[in-house]
């Protein structure tokens, strides 16, 4: 292309919809104007500030009479240009408003950013890019004074916050809330008796950098990681853009791999995202990568102000930091030169974004690298089917860690029959005698166990025996949960919650009886059955109401738990050397999903806990309970077989035509009225019926149906599903659903879901 032109620049506006518009660029910004630069362009009557994506022949599509760029807003380009031609493209293979992405993609391009523009155009303080100090705030912490308050009169609350001072020293009001609900007055009256003191320090806003983090020195690797690296690193060197799987059990290095791999990159100058399925589940990752790397490291996380993330996008732009670790929206970190991305835990169904821009930030993982000449490295003890199935393909290069890289084998796991399970030593149909002696056995030894349950809350649903009316979200398609301590029956897809009552709504009987067991319920049955055990819950509930994932973890480290119950969110890679029984209370939950990937799932969730056994001194050991002592999920995860399970799944799979032999695009439809969402349901089905590729069947249309939960938040649900072998096709039919989509469907709303992940 010439430079000396720029006559031309496609601008994308942050509105919904699905195309750049096209502006001239006056003679005297024509020297400044750079592809990933912040532009002002009227917009219909308004100006609005946009992001240039592309110059002269970049720009795609006709150019009408054209309105010219009224100013350029930045010096340099917000985004590198390589990131700005990576999100187009993902904008294009999802059908999504290019503008949207942009915003997704950026923090500089928030809604604020436009509406606080200064009369100039150029952008208020706190969205400029310009300096931003290493952000601190004030926080107020609380120590005792005294240790003695053994004649002074206390209220039995002032008391709790005495003891708790006590036993973990100085706190901030913060953590004190999380011990001693409403601390603040109970604080103060103990101020005015003399026994403790309010200090206020400024301390590290963001909670990945609070605690220090002493350097760490590489550990010699073992064979099989050092060729792993090899190979790695030969083709960083060569710039090639190559995909890897790291297909390694849990425990076998995998995370050394990688830290070895970026190390080399920033040895050459270039840099690496590395991404990860919860930021908040795996506090323990970015202190080893702070450990190795030091503090030049930009986590990305949803709880940093506009602020900080702007400085991080800063200095990550510059190439003052060059290391993004974040979950999946960090595949957009505009890292300079870019080497390496690492997806870890790759099959993680998080890495996919279920609303909005539904994006899958794995795939977009090997397609980022790609364009940048980088390697891309997605590493799993469980990989999912679709990336092995890629790796016995040759499109990646498969990368295999056999063994656990300490000394430790990996766990014996023991199935029970729940069929065969007559009589519990507890009572407890959940806690089966083997178990049972499992438990005892681990408490004897000064272990820590963990148990898997994948349902929080109480129980799952009330019944009343009575008159048989299950207590239902009014809003909603399901059952409500008891949540017992809060006294509420809650909604897990809406906010709606009650306090719980004791009288059927229906027929007023007092006789409403709990279904089914939660996480909330379990813990309780074990505090009493093992009597003395200290019992600690790790749900959505104890991360969003309760101490938080990262005080829960710390107590586990410091051996504060005996027994830790939790859902899925104990099964995620942490690290805990005491942990040397891992119980799966009941396994066929997640078997139940009506979804093609159920099983594959289930393997992965059963391997992923048993993963969490005996990594410390002690040898671990797994009992996993369930229905189904033969389905294949269950055995392969008995004996550690991924291959054996990848083998049987694809085997099904291409019985079945599904991914990886098929690939899907799920339609959504959704409406407060029933009749309005089903027939917009069925507007667009006649309108993909309509296309020859549907018509002459070499895409294949499913459906329309009622969603699997059909209502939620109070709109009906339906869904179909586009299946074909053939991409293009697939894309093509796609692309006519949604120009139908753009056009309106009245008071429904739909939305196209390019390789779901969610079938539900
Ligand atoms: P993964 O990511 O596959 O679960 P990790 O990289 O976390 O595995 O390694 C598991 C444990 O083994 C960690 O405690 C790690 O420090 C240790 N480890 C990994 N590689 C080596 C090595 N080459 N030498 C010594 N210890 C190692
Ligand atoms: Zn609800």
């Not at 990933?36 to 150019?63: S, Y």
């Amino acid at each position: 292309m010439s430079f000396a032109a720029k006559e031309r620049v496609e601008v994308a506006v942050p509105v919904p919809l699905r195309q750049a518009f096209t502006y001239s660029v006056p003679l005297l910004l024509r020297e400044r104007i750079v592809v990933g630069m912040r532009v002002l362009v009227p917009f219909g009557p308004r100006k609005v500030a946009g992001i240039v994506t592309a110059i002269d022949q970049e720009i795609v599509g006709e150019t009408r009479k054209l309105r010219d760029v009224v100013a350029v807003l930045d010096e340099e380009p917000v985004f590198p240009s390589e990131l700005i031609g990576f999100l187009r493209e993902a904008a294009d293979y999802y059908l999504h408003p290019v503008g949207e992405v942009l915003r997704a993609a950026s923090p500089a391009l928030s809604k604020d950013a436009i509406k606080n523009l200064r009369a100039d155009g150029s952008l208020s303080e706190n969205e400029s890019l310009k300096g931003a100090s290493v952000a601190t705030q004030k926080t107020r912490f609380v120590h005792l004074t005294k240790k003695d308050f053994a004649d002074i009169k206390l209220s039995a609350r002032q008391r709790d916050v005495l003891s708790v001072l006590t036993e973990r020293g100085t706190l901030s009001m913060e953590d004190l809330r999380l011990a001693v609900r409403n601390p603040l007055p109970l604080v103060k009256a103990l101020v005015t008796k003399g026994l403790c003191e309010i200090e206020e320090r400024e301390v590290l806003r963001d909670p990945y950098f609070r605690e220090a983090v002493d350097r760490d020195t590489p550990p010699e690797l073992h064979a099989p990681q050092a060729k792993a690296v090899a190979t790695l690193i030969d083709a960083l060197q060569k710039k090639e853009a190559k995909g890897f799987l790291l297909h390694g059990v849990t425990g076998s290095g995998k995370t050394e791999v990688y830290l070895h791999t970026i190390a080399e990159a920033r040895a050459k100058g270039r840099g690496a995202i590395l991404l990860v399925p919860e930021i908040a589940l795996t506090p323990q990752l970015v202190s080893r990568f702070r450990a190795r790397f030091g503090d030049g490291i930009a986590v990305l996380h949803s709880g940093l102000s506009d602020k900080e993330r702007n400085q991080a996008w800063r200095s990550l732009r510059r190439g003052d930091v060059t290391l993004a670790v974040g979950a999946r929206s960090a595949i957009f970190a505009p890292v300079k030169n870019l080497g390496v991305i690492v997806v870890d835990e790759e099959h993680d169904s998080s890495f996919k974004q279920e609303e909005g821009f539904r994006y899958n930030a794995r795939d977009m993982a090997l397609l980022r690298a790609h364009r940048a000449s980088a390697i891309c490295i997605l590493g799993s003890a469980t990989p999912s089917i679709e990336t092995y199935h890629a790796a016995q393909n040759g499109r990646l290069t498969l990368l295999t860690l056999k063994e656990r890289a300490t000394p430790r084998a990996l766990p014996r796991v023991e199935v029970v029959d729940l069929g065969r399970n007559r009589g519990t030593p507890s009572g407890h149909p959940l806690l089966s005698a083997p178990l049972h002696r499992a438990i005892e056995n681990c408490l004897a030894n000064q272990g820590q166990a963990i148990l898997f349950l994948n349902r929080r809350g109480f129980s799952p649903s009330m019944r009343c025996d009575a008159c048989n009316t299950v207590m239902n979200c009014p809003a909603c398609a399901v059952a409500l949960t008891e949540h017992r301590s809060a006294r509420l029956l809650r909604c897990h897809y809406c906010d709606f919650s009650t306090p719980t009552t004791q009288a059927c709504p229906a027929c007023g009987a007092l006789e409403l009886m709990p279904i089914g067991v939660g996480t909330e319920r379990i813990a309780d049955v074990l505090a009493t059955t093992f009597s003395g055990a200290r019992v600690g819950r790790l749900d959505r509930d104890t991360a969003t109401t309760g101490e938080g994932v990262e005080d829960v973890l710390r107590r586990m480290r410091r051996k504060e738990i005996d027994i830790l119950v939790g859902t899925q969110m104990v099964a995620k890679g942490h690290d805990l050397p005491g942990v040397t029984l891992v119980g799966v209370l009941l396994a066929d939950q997640s078997l139940a999903f009506p979804d093609f990937r159920a099983s594959e799932r289930t393997f992965q969730l059963l391997a992923q806990v048993s993963g969490r056994a005996g990594r410390g001194e002690e040898e671990g050991r797994v009992v996993l309970q369930t229905y189904q002592p033969d389905h294949s999920a269950v055995v392969c995860a008995k004996t550690h077989d991924y291959e054996r399970f990848y083998e049987q799944e694809l085997h099904d799979r291409r019985d079945l035509n599904y991914a990886p032999f098929a690939r899907l695009v799920a339609v959504r439809v959704d409406a407060g009225d029933e009749g309005v969402a089903q027939r917009a349901a069925q507007t667009l089905a006649q309108v993909a019926s309509k296309h020859p590729a549907v018509a002459d069947g070499r895409i294949r249309l499913l459906g329309p149906a009622p969603a699997t939960i059909p209502r939620i938040r109070g709109r009906y649900r339906f869904r179909m599903l586009l299946r074909g072998a053939d991409r293009k096709l697939l894309r093509a039919v796609s692309v006519a659903l949604v120009a139908r989509i753009d056009e309106g469907l009245g008071q429904a709303r739909a939305s196209v879901d390019i390789d779901p992940v969610n079938m539900l």
